[in-house]
């Protein structure tokens, strides 16, 4: 079947006892036992539920897993894919990488014997020189929030697959529908649902999903034992919001194109990164990796007050944090997503005071383009 085909069926089957053709919402925490160890598939709420069930089916079968499973949080997902390790293991992780990742591994994982070094991915030779005798684990974010650098996934998992390492890819920005990081090599993909794939902006989650087997069962332990599976209504929302994924896409496909052709033609803009745009660094390799380019992009102002009368004068599009919702985003990763990282690493990485973020959404271009252009007429 097609992916919007998959993406509307797979795990959201009619409730066989009513016809309903919504799955109900199954909030409950127990299960009535019909006999002392016989029960109907579910037993206590933490473990397993139906609406979990059904939307981990759907998100493994559009990234091409062997199963996934869902979080209460993209950050939940990642910490038990990093609890798949051991202390004493050294782990790669793309330099540039999402600020919660970074104070995930840097503030919590790091006092538990993880050994984390930030390395700019999309550079191979990179991430060869960084690989030592401990390394278990590369963890790419690919394209990066929000500086939107690119990695090529299969020359990453050719090296991973050499040194048999583990290669997990983050495809929250651009979701199943533009880029399918199994399919060119990864072991893991890791997603918060929060944005694309829900993309609603109304629930919080994340979604685990895994090649292997000896990965899966792990996965699933972890998921149990520390109880961060995601709750029936949060999965009943994201699964309905999954169902318009592939339309959703293609429509924030466009918009981000027109918005990012606008943003680099207007002359108060210093520099757009936006992969769908020749004079992105990595152009050739998102064409090649990627089935679109998404509508996430950034682009550098003149210092902080002139990003300070941009992020206050726009009225359509919102100043907030998150992304991948219909409404459009926008936002100062240096005092706001990435406000966790140390200013010199964001130094490093391109997070610059007068660096906005923008996750375009699905209003008409024109009128995001005539709110943008009188928001930069005040810059
Ligand atoms: C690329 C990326 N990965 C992971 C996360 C964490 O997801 P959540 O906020 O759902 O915990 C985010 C959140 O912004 C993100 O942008």
Redo the contacts with the bound molecule.
């Keep these: 079947m097609g992916f919007s085909t998959d993406a509307i069926h797979v795990g959201q089957e009619p409730d066989p006892s009513t016809g309903s053709i919504v799955p109900p919402i199954y909030q409950t925490s127990t299960y009535v036992q019909e006999e002392l160890g016989k029960n109907k598939g579910y037993d206590y709420a933490r473990t397993a539920h139906p609406n979990r069930r059904g939307l981990e089916r759907c998100v493994a079968k559009l990234e091409g897993g062997r199963a996934a499973f869902v979080?209460?949080?993209?950050?939940?997902?990642?910490d038990a894919v990093f609890r798949l390790l051991r202390p004493g293991d050294h782990v790669i992780v793309s330099q540039a990488?999402?600020?919660?990742?970074f104070r995930l591994a840097t503030q919590l994982l790091a006092h538990f014997g993880l050994d984390f070094s930030f390395v700019d991915t999309s550079c191979l030779e990179n991430v060869a020189k960084a690989i030592q005798a401990s390394t278990k684990m590369i963890y790419v974010?690919t394209p990066?929030?929000p500086t939107m650098i690119i990695t090529d996934i299969a020359g990453v998992a050719k090296l991973a697959a050499e040194r048999k390492l583990t290669l997990v890819v983050?495809n929250?920005?651009l979701s199943p529908y533009f880029q399918q990081p199994l399919a060119l090599g990864a072991h893991i993909v890791?997603?918060?649902?929060?944005?694309y794939l829900n993309g609603h902006s109304d629930a919080?989650?994340?979604a685990v999903i895994l090649a292997r087997q000896e990965d899966t069962e792990r996965i699933y332990f972890l998921q149990r034992s520390a109880g961060s599976g995601l709750a029936p209504m949060d999965c009943f929302l994201v699964a309905r919001g999954i169902k318009t994924l592939a339309v959703r896409m293609a429509q924030h496909n466009t918009n981000g194109m027109a918005i990012a052709r606008y943003l680099e033609a207007h002359p108060k803009v210093k520099r757009v990164l936006y992969p769908g745009l020749p004079s992105h660094p990595q152009h050739e390799i998102a064409q090649r990796q990627q089935r679109g380019f998404g509508a996430m992009l950034c682009f550098d102002l003149d210092g902080l007050e002139a990003a300070r009368r941009l992020l206050n004068s726009v009225k359509l599009c919102s100043l907030a944090?998150?992304?991948?919702g219909v409404e459009t985003l926008i936002s100062l990763p240096a005092l706001m997503?990435h406000a966790s990282m140390p200013p010199a690493v964001r130094q490093q990485i391109g997070i610059t005071e007068g660096l906005v973020r923008l996750s375009v959404g699905l209003e008409d271009a024109e009128d995001l383009i005539a709110d943008l252009d009188q928001a930069l007429a005040k810059v």
Aim: glycine fraction near 22%; hydrophobic fraction near 35%.
């Design positions: 979080f209460s949080s993209g950050m939940a997902g990642i990488v999402y600020g919660g990742v974010e990066t929030n983050d929250t920005f890791v997603h918060s649902m929060t944005k919080v989650g994340g944090e998150s992304l991948g997503t």
